[in-house]
């Protein structure tokens, strides 16, 4: 599959044409791919043979658009309808997904986009040295959890500067594990870190020793 995603073929009546068919299915630039001439077109030989085409084959070259390509397969093999734009950066590729069906792309506790990101991560570090991270969104998905680990951290911290005592946090996905440590740094009178392994890692916060 992954062959299919990073390197087709495409005909045209002349090497420009074959290749401007390629970028506009890949909706990418020249910059973007790597391009092979398959076959030059030829014209009629005094009138005994036909005209052959160019064929070009292109290859994608850039990750932000390989892991665009790769996040639109998966979805269209999982039977989901639906958008997929980039927005790259310097220190982040975010995969932007617009579907009728966010709820079941990201599952419970965002589970299954989580588990489509690692995927697509890891299909995309197979074939390319660089490695920028990568991150899919869906409906601002990302966003809100956002604000509601900000909000999760400033009650429990609450609750811990106001009893004197240790709180918990439930499991969460490794990334938000980070987030929700970066968000306890700034509390003021308390500290958290994570305990556990696997599914069972949880974050313990507690106040801070003066």
């Known amino acids: 599959m992954l062959k299919a995603i990073l390197r087709s073929e495409f005909t045209g009546g002349t090497l420009d044409e074959a290749v401007e068919k390629g970028l506009s299915e890949y909706q990418c630039t020249r910059a973007e791919v790597d391009i092979d001439i398959v076959q030059a077109p030829s014209k009629k030989l005094f009138g ?23 996040t639109e397969r998966l979805l269209q093999m999982s039977g989901f309808c639906g958008q997929v734009h980039v927005h790259p950066a310097s220190d982040v590729i975010e995969i932007e997904m617009v579907s009728d069906q966010s709820s079941r792309i990201i599952g419970r506790h965002g589970q299954a986009l989580d588990a489509l990101n690692y995927l697509v991560s890891s299909m995309v570090d197979r074939v390319v040295a660089d490695r920028t991270r990568i991150v899919l969104n869906i409906d601002g998905y ?69």
């Open 48 to 70: 005994l043979l036909g005209t052959r085409p160019a064929v070009v084959r292109l290859r994608l070259m850039d990750r932000a658009f390989i892991a665009r390509h790769v």
């Open 142 to 210: 990302r966003e809100k959890r956002q604000i509601s680990l900000q909000r999760l951290a400033r009650r429990i911290c609450s609750q811990v500067r106001r009893s004197g005592k240790q709180g918990a946090v439930n499991p969460l996905p490794a990334e938000e594990q980070k987030t929700f440590l970066n968000l306890i740094i700034d509390e003021p009178g308390v500290e958290g870190k994570a305990v556990g392994q696997g599914k069972d890692r949880k974050i313990i916060i507690y106040p801070r020793k003066t």
